[in-house]
């Protein structure tokens, strides 16, 4: 290969990597269902981080030298470096985790590819969508056809739907030029509309309010970049605008005013504690993979009283929020310089530039979204949003020949190339065995489930796969001792202080295990994050009545009795909850549970 194709297939490289998110996805093409097919991840934000610093290594003398005095160019990558010091920080601060710092490198780094291969990012991009369109497509349309939700490659109905959205204008390019702009919007905004028609019970008002907002901005920006006049008094608006409405939404979230008058709608209890969260860890962050295990004591407890309730918060469903939890304050300004690359992008292109505008298009829609949803926090939406950041930073910048890559500069990019594809072999490995244990389970061959699970954990320790064998462990071979063990990896080899109800699973291999002292803490912990759990309360009040300490006990059995009556449920309807652990967390499930068994 000739180092001037380097950029290239490098463009090519990061494109068909975001596609392989979950390989096994690919296999719903010709299968309509592949159960589980989410618990084998391939490429994942570790995998992008190295690929991504591939091209960053290779071309960072031509990096340096793009932008000239352009001061947002100069302040982007010197606030990227200062990102990459933060990460480190972190380590220091919570523990070296090589999957943690992988992660949270990638949103540094990944936008710094886009920029630096921003030209054939957006040669191929039309391929990649049309690529992405066809094989989410033929997807859906499987599962449709069989009565299910329409996931396509995402594994999620309602990413499915944007995913769609932001491809399907690649089909206007086989149209000659004068018809492509106007049938690309009819086609994007029908299929936004027509889902609705198409499957009303799984259609998305996130994806319909980002597309219709999404041509809003580009229309404002077209204007913008016709009439440079305006540019200077629009920006000032603008940004006072968005600061007067940012602290008035930030200050009516903080208060719990917005969640109490729709108490259904339990983003905004999600946005409350993540706010609590940043206002907390404001120096630092807790990191963007440890968001998970830190959120769940900040969160109200109205939250746990609504339908949706449920007993992971991997995001808070907005990225702004996730930049600020993730980072501390200088989140807060990586996200606002984020936004800051975009719209200059977007305002600067050129009138009938058509490869820039899938560009400003995907990247609008993908960012409005975001705000709403876990979209970018998934590798395929959150790698392309974070490649065309940079391709959008890169617009109107002044550009340099880029120089071929000398031997020096080659070997580490190819290092970390062949890093990457060894820890996607890893990851699906690990996934594999995963996947193939809780199979086993749903099964009922626990024996089979636990040697798979093991494997998995061998190969690499996820927080997903210890609470799994823990699971088995503890309720289906009643072997309290290993489960605390493996239990116990959550914290040490994943630097989480939790994992959905890990504490409550710990307290109770420990108590089983002759060690009742040493489960209070543990019961206690999983009370602050699961304040409406019944079974909790009732396994802790039980340990501390074996321990004698009756006026403790006394008093967790009342609060036992209001939470039991709160839920609709009888004393002697106990054992149903304790048998299935969503009914305990979900409002909802527990709802129409009772309703069936009482009919």
């Given at each position: 290969?000739?180092?001037?194709?380097?950029?290239?297939?490098?463009?090519?490289?990061?494109?068909?990597?975001?596609?392989?998110?979950?390989?096994?996805?690919?296999?719903?093409?010709?299968?309509?269902?592949?159960?589980?097919?989410?618990?084998?991840?391939?490429?994942?934000?570790?995998?992008?981080?190295?690929?991504?610093?591939?091209?960053?290594?290779?071309?960072?003398?031509?990096?340096?030298?793009?932008?000239?005095?352009?001061?947002?160019?100069?302040?982007?990558?010197?606030?990227?470096?200062?990102?990459?010091?933060?990460?480190?920080?972190?380590?220091?601060?919570?523990?070296?985790?090589?999957?943690?710092?992988?992660?949270?490198?990638?949103?540094?780094?990944?936008?710094?590819?886009?920029?630096?291969?921003?030209?054939?990012?957006?040669?191929?991009?039309?391929?990649?969508?049309?690529?992405?369109?066809?094989?989410?497509?033929?997807?859906?349309?499987?599962?449709?056809?069989?009565?299910?939700?329409?996931?396509?490659?995402?594994?999620?109905?309602?990413?499915?739907?944007?995913?769609?959205?932001?491809?399907?204008?690649?089909?206007?390019?086989?149209?000659?030029?004068?018809?492509?702009?106007?049938?690309?919007?009819?086609?994007?905004?029908?299929?936004?509309?027509?889902?609705?028609?198409?499957?009303?019970?799984?259609?998305?008002?996130?994806?319909?309010?980002?597309?219709?907002?999404?041509?809003?901005?580009?229309?404002?920006?077209?204007?913008?970049?016709?009439?440079?006049?305006?540019?200077?008094?629009?920006?000032?608006?603008?940004?006072?605008?968005?600061?007067?409405?940012?602290?008035?939404?930030?200050?009516?979230?903080?208060?719990?005013?917005?969640?109490?008058?729709?108490?259904?709608?339990?983003?905004?209890?999600?946005?409350?504690?993540?706010?609590a969260l940043g206002e907390e860890r404001l120096l630092l962050g807790v990191g963007p993979s440890r968001f998970e295990g830190e959120i769940a004591p900040?969160?109200?407890?109205?939250?746990?009283?609504?339908?949706?309730?449920?007993?992971?918060?991997?995001?808070?469903?907005?990225?702004?929020?996730?930049?600020?939890?993730?980072?501390?304050?200088?989140?807060?300004?990586?996200?606002?310089?984020?936004?800051?690359?975009?719209?200059?992008?977007?305002?600067?292109?050129?009138?009938?530039?058509?490869?820039?505008?899938?560009?400003?298009?995907?990247?609008?829609?993908?960012?409005?979204?975001?705000?709403?949803?876990?979209?970018?926090?998934?590798?395929?939406?959150?790698?392309?949003?974070?490649?065309?950041?940079?391709?959008?930073?890169?617009?109107?910048?002044?550009?340099?020949?880029?120089?071929?890559?000398?031997?020096?500069?080659?070997?580490?990019?190819?290092?970390?190339?062949?890093?990457?594809?060894?820890?996607?072999?890893?990851?699906?490995?690990?996934?594999?065995?995963?996947?193939?244990?809780?199979?086993?389970?749903?099964?009922?061959?626990?024996?089979?489930?636990?040697?798979?699970?093991?494997?998995?954990?061998?190969?690499?320790?996820?927080?997903?796969?210890?609470?799994?064998?823990?699971?088995?462990?503890?309720?289906?071979?009643?072997?309290?001792?290993?489960?605390?063990?493996?239990?116990?990896g959550i914290p040490a080899e994943c630097r989480l202080s939790s994992y959905s109800h890990s504490f409550g699973r710990m307290a109770r291999a420990l108590?089983?295990?002759?060690?009742?002292?040493?489960?209070?803490?543990?019961?206690?912990?999983?009370?602050?994050?699961?304040?409406?759990?019944?079974?909790?309360?009732?396994?802790?009040?039980?340990?501390?009545?074996?321990?004698?300490?009756?006026?403790?006990?006394?008093?967790?059995?009342?609060?036992?009795?209001?939470?039991?009556?709160?839920?609709?449920?009888?004393?002697?309807?106990?054992?149903?909850?304790?048998?299935?652990?969503?009914?305990?967390?979900?409002?909802?499930?527990?709802?129409?549970?009772?309703?069936?068994?009482?009919?």
């Amino acid at each position: 290969m000739k180092a001037e194709s380097l950029p290239g297939w490098s463009a090519v490289l990061l494109l068909s990597a975001l596609l392989l998110q979950f390989p096994l996805a690919w296999w719903k093409t010709a299968a309509v269902t592949v159960p589980l097919f989410g618990e084998v991840a391939g490429v994942d934000f570790s995998v992008l981080a190295l690929l991504g610093l591939g091209p960053v290594l290779c071309f960072l003398p031509t990096l340096l030298r793009m932008g000239g005095r352009d001061l947002l160019f100069r302040l982007f990558l010197l606030l990227a470096g200062i990102g990459m010091v933060v990460l480190l920080l972190q380590q220091v601060s919570f523990g070296w985790n090589s999957g943690h710092f992988l992660n949270g490198l990638f949103y540094f780094v990944f936008p710094l590819a886009g920029l630096v291969l921003a030209r054939e990012i957006r040669r191929r991009l039309p391929c990649f969508l049309l690529v992405l369109f066809l094989a989410s497509a033929a997807i859906s349309l499987r599962e449709l056809a069989a009565g299910l939700p329409a996931t396509g490659l995402a594994g999620n109905w309602n990413w499915n739907w944007t995913l769609l959205v932001i491809s399907i204008p690649s089909l206007a390019f086989f149209l000659p030029a004068r018809f492509r702009l106007a049938v690309g919007f009819l086609l994007a905004f029908g299929l936004a509309a027509g889902q609705f028609l198409l499957i009303p019970h799984y259609a998305s008002r996130g994806t319909l309010f980002s597309t219709f907002c999404a041509a809003v901005l580009l229309g404002g920006a077209a204007l913008l970049h016709r009439h440079r006049q305006w540019r200077m008094p629009v920006a000032v608006a603008t940004v006072l605008t968005a600061a007067v409405l940012g602290c008035t939404v930030y200050l009516s979230l903080r208060s719990g005013y917005p969640a109490d008058r729709l108490p259904q709608e339990n983003r905004l209890m999600v946005w409350q504690g993540a706010i609590a969260l940043g206002e907390e860890r404001l120096l630092l962050g807790v990191g963007p993979s440890r968001f998970e295990g830190e959120i769940a004591p900040y969160l109200p407890v109205s939250y746990f009283d609504s339908d949706f309730a449920a007993d992971r918060h991997p995001h808070p469903h907005n990225e702004l929020l996730f930049y600020w939890c993730g980072f501390g304050l200088f989140g807060i300004v990586w996200g606002i310089l984020t936004l800051a690359a975009g719209f200059r992008g977007m305002i600067r292109r050129r009138r009938g530039d058509e490869l820039i505008l899938p560009v400003a298009w995907c990247w609008a829609v993908l960012l409005l979204h975001g705000q709403l949803d876990v979209l970018l926090a998934t590798p395929l939406a959150g790698g392309l949003f974070a490649l065309l950041t940079g391709v959008l930073l890169a617009v109107g910048v002044r550009r340099v020949r880029a120089v071929p890559p000398a031997w020096s500069r080659f070997a580490p990019a190819a290092l970390l190339w062949g890093g990457a594809l060894v820890l996607f072999g890893v990851n699906f490995a690990g996934g594999w065995y995963c996947r193939s244990g809780k199979l086993a389970l749903l099964d009922g061959d626990p024996a089979t489930a636990r040697r798979d699970l093991e494997r998995s954990v061998e190969i690499r320790p996820t927080a997903e796969n210890l609470y799994t064998l823990a699971g088995v462990e503890l309720f289906d071979f009643q072997d309290p001792r290993p489960a605390a063990a493996t239990l116990a990896g959550i914290p040490a080899e994943c630097r989480l202080s939790s994992y959905s109800h890990s504490f409550g699973r710990m307290a109770r291999a420990l108590a089983a295990s002759g060690q009742p002292e040493a489960a209070l803490p543990y019961f206690e912990a999983e009370q602050k994050n699961f304040p409406r759990s019944a079974v909790n309360l009732r396994l802790w009040q039980s340990v501390l009545e074996h321990l004698g300490r009756r006026e403790e006990a006394g008093r967790l059995e009342e609060r036992w009795l209001e939470l039991m009556t709160r839920k609709g449920l009888r004393p002697e309807e106990f054992p149903y909850l304790l048998r299935n652990q969503i009914l305990d967390d979900s409002p909802l499930e527990l709802r129409t549970f009772l309703e069936e068994l009482r009919k």
